[in-house]
């Protein structure tokens, strides 16, 4: 992938542990870097980049260091998914625990201050389907690297 900017990737896989987010901060304080989160188009992908962005609950004390005020959402949105007729058999339906935390997340007080993620979440809602970041494989093997991304990030196409 071309770029005219400076990136730095990182790989997390899962909910975010503390030196994961320790290593994002770090990197965004020293290089001041855009960060973006690739993550699945799910409730609990969502809660990881919440995590991200304001630290988690059980270490709020900790917030101030280990949360990432300017993480951006690049995907996968819920929005995504329909514009790319991701196909309906690489979906997933939401589950019970999966409709209970989309509308938990939706009750947050952050939540006002970012309505475009709120309104990702209500698109959710409304397909009643997840997307795993794979999914993009059904399109094409390489769709997610040749294509998404590239024109995500080209196209400044996160939120």
Not at 57 to 66: A, N, V
Not at 81 to 94: C, G, K, M, T
Not at 103 to 115: A, C, F, H, I
Request: glycine share 4%.
């Amino acid at each position: 992938m071309e770029s005219d900017t400076e990136t730095e990737d990182m790989l997390g896989k899962g909910f975010p542990d503390i030196n994961s987010r320790l290593m994002v901060r770090k990197l965004w304080d020293v290089l001041h870097l855009p960060t973006l989160a690739l993550v699945d188009a799910d409730p609990h992908g969502v809660e990881i980049l919440c995590t991200y962005k304001f630290g988690s609950r059980s270490m709020s004390h900790e917030s101030h260091h280990l949360a990432l005020p300017e993480i951006q959402w690049l995907g996968i949105l819920p929005s995504d998914v329909q514009r790319l007729r991701i196909p309906d058999e690489s979906l997933i339906a939401l589950n019970k625990r999966d409709l209970s935390k989309a509308k938990e997340l939706l009750t947050r007080p952050y939540m006002e201050s970012l309505p475009a993620w709120k309104k990702e979440i209500e698109n959710m809602l409304e397909q009643e389907k997840k997307a795993e970041i794979q999914s993009l494989d059904s399109i094409t093997a390489t769709f997610l690297t040749d294509v998404y991304l590239p024109n995500k990030i080209r196209f400044k196409g996160w939120i």
